[in-house]
C-alpha cells in the first residue's frame, strides 16, 4: 500500500484537496464542502478551482451542496444557547460565601478571592469555559473523520436512492427494511431486459424492489407491482412505476400473507387486476 492509498478518505477520495481536485473529483467534494468539513485553506482552494472551472461543474457543485445543506436540515435540531437568565438563577441557590452576585461587583471594586484548589472556580468561570469548549467543538477542525462519515452518507442519499432518507429520516419504512437483522435478497430476470433485485424482512413485514438495467415501459404503459396472496386470493396492487419511477427503490408492505411478488406491464395509471403474463416474479418465502 502506497502512501496515497493510506491517505484516502471515506468514499475514495485523498486527504490532499489539491489532489482531489487535479483528479477532476471537485463535484464529489460538495458535501463535505457543504458540511464545513474543511479548513480555510482547503475551501478557498476549492473557491478558486470553481471560480475557472466549466459552468457545468459549478452548477452540479452548487447543486450538491444545496442538497446536502437541506437533506441534513432536518437530521439535526440546532444547540439551543442557555434561557436568559439561567446564570441568576444558578448564582441565586448557592452559599452567599461561594461566589458574589454578578451586580454586587458594580457597587465596589472586585477583590480576587485566592482559589484555594481548581474546584473552587467561579461558576460563571465554568460556564463560560462550558461554552468555550463547546464551541471550539463546533468549529471546523479539518477532515474530521465523523464529519466525512455525514458527509459520505449525504452522498449516498443525493446519489440516486431517492429523498436522502438515508440521513434525513432514521424512522423510514426503506432505511428500516435495509438496516433489519433478518434481510434477505431475491434478484429475478425481467423480461425485456434488466433485473429486480428484492430486498425482504420479515420481521418489517416488507421488501424494498429496486430496478436494474430494466427498459422504460413502452409508450402509453407503467410498471405494476402485485403482492400475489397464499391463499389464492385476488393478487393487491402496490404501486406503479413510470420511466422515471424505475431509478428509485419503492418499499412494499405487509407481504407476510403473500407468497409472491409480481410485476406486470399495465396502460398508464394501471390495472384494477394484473394483465399476464408478469414480467417478473419473486418469491418472499424463505
Do not use: C
Request: glycine content about 8%; cysteine-free; overall charge negative.
Amino acid at each position: 500500500m502506497n502512501n496515497h492509498d493510506r491517505n484516502r478518505r471515506p468514499g475514495g477520495f485523498t486527504a490532499d484537496i489539491a489532489t482531489d481536485l487535479a483528479a477532476g473529483r471537485v463535484v464529489d467534494l460538495a458535501e463535505i464542502y457543504a458540511l464545513n468539513a474543511l479548513d480555510d485553506a482547503e475551501r478557498a482552494a476549492i473557491d478558486h478551482f470553481l471560480a475557472s472551472a466549466p459552468a457545468a461543474d459549478r452548477d452540479a457543485f452548487n447543486k450538491r451542496v444545496r442538497q446536502a445543506r437541506e437533506t441534513l436540515a432536518t437530521s439535526f435540531t440546532a444547540e439551543e444557547e442557555p434561557p436568559t437568565g439561567l446564570l441568576d438563577r444558578i448564582l441565586a441557590t448557592l452559599p452567599a460565601q461561594a461566589t458574589a452576585h454578578p451586580a454586587a461587583q458594580t457597587a465596589a471594586p472586585a477583590v480576587p478571592r485566592p482559589v484555594r484548589d481548581a474546584t473552587e472556580m467561579p461558576i460563571a468561570d465554568e460556564l463560560g469555559e462550558a461554552r468555550k469548549r463547546r464551541d471550539e467543538r463546533r468549529r471546523p477542525q479539518g477532515m474530521r473523520n465523523w464529519l466525512i462519515g455525514v458527509a459520505a452518507a449525504a452522498a449516498i442519499a443525493l446519489g440516486g436512492v431517492g429523498v436522502g432518507a438515508y440521513v434525513a429520516n432514521q424512522n423510514d419504512p426503506l432505511n428500516q427494511v435495509m438496516q433489519a437483522g433478518d434481510v434477505r435478497q431475491a434478484t429475478v430476470d425481467v423480461n425485456g431486459g434488466g433485473t429486480a433485485t428484492v430486498t425482504i424482512s420479515p420481521s418489517k413485514d416488507a421488501a424494498v424492489v429496486k430496478m436494474n438495467g430494466v427498459p422504460a415501459p413502452p409508450a402509453g404503459k407503467v410498471y405494476q407491482m402485485w403482492l400475489i396472496p397464499k391463499d389464492g386470493s385476488a393478487p393487491v396492487s402496490q404501486g406503479l412505476m413510470d420511466a422515471e419511477a424505475l431509478s428509485k427503490p419503492a418499499v412494499v408492505k405487509g407481504i407476510g400473507s403473500a407468497s409472491s411478488l409480481g410485476i406486470t406491464v399495465e396502460p398508464a395509471g394501471g390495472s384494477a387486476s394484473p394483465t399476464l403474463p408478469t414480467v417478473a416474479a419473486a418469491p418472499l418465502g424463505a
